[in-house]
C-alpha cells in the first residue's frame, strides 16, 4: 500500500492546507483530498505535485509495509 504521509508531514511543516495545495499544484481539491486520504490518484497527479512544489517522489508518497500503522 502506497501512503501520502510525506505529503501530509511537509502539508503540515509548510502550513499548508488542502486548498493551499490545490492551487499551488493546480489540481482539484478532490485529487487533494484524496492524496490526503491515501486514496489512489494518477501518476501525473503525483508527478504535477513533485514539479509544483519541487520534491522528490519519496517526499510525497511512500510504500507503507504490511502490518505498519
Known sequence: MLTFEPLRIYAAKHR???????????LTRQTIYKMLDDKSVSM???????????????EVVRRKREGEE
Open 44 to 58: 501525473d497527479a503525483i508527478d504535477k505535485v513533485c514539479t509544483s512544489l519541487d520534491l522528490e517522489l519519496h
Open 16 to 26: 499548508l492546507n488542502p486548498i493551499d495545495l490545490a492551487r499551488r499544484t493546480g
